[in-house]
């Protein structure tokens, strides 16, 4: 079960509003981007398309620039998850240990 259940329900979209106060509460801090990514995700449970325009008009960046930055970090959600998340560790110290177990 997650940390923090979403504000909204999985079929709702934020409206405008609600994504202009997300970015408000971000946009004071040095680097606001990531921790603007974060809130959405807190708040909605995914980072919303309808997002990206205004992140981008009000960090004065592109819309390729944010969706850059969703796209390198795997955390960030453009659609609310499913009912179950399912992670899978990959990193090398993972796959030397289980060798080791043998």
């Known amino acids: 079960m997650p940390a ?3 504000a909204l329900a999985p079929a709702q979209q ?3 509003t609600q994504i202009a106060d997300v970015i408000a509460r ?3 801090l040095e680097g606001p981007l990531l921790p ?3 809130g959405m995700q807190e708040d909605f ?3 919303p398309q309808t997002a990206i325009q205004p992140i981008a008009d009000a960090l004065n960046i592109s819309r390729a620039e944010v969706h850059g930055v969703m796209s390198f970090y795997h955390d960030f959600r453009s ?3 499913g009912r179950h998340v399912v992670k899978i560790c990959r990193a090398q110290r ?3 240990r ?3 177990d043998r």
Request: charged residues 10%; proline residues 12%; positive net charge.
């Open 14 to 16: 934020p409206d405008a």
């Open 36 to 38: 603007i990514l974060h």
């Open 4 to 6: 923090h259940s979403p």
């Open 94 to 96: 993972g796959t030397a």
């Open 45 to 47: 449970g995914f980072v």
């Open 79 to 81: 659609a609310p998850a």
């Open 26 to 28: 971000f946009t004071h």
């Open 98 to 100: 289980r060798r080791t």
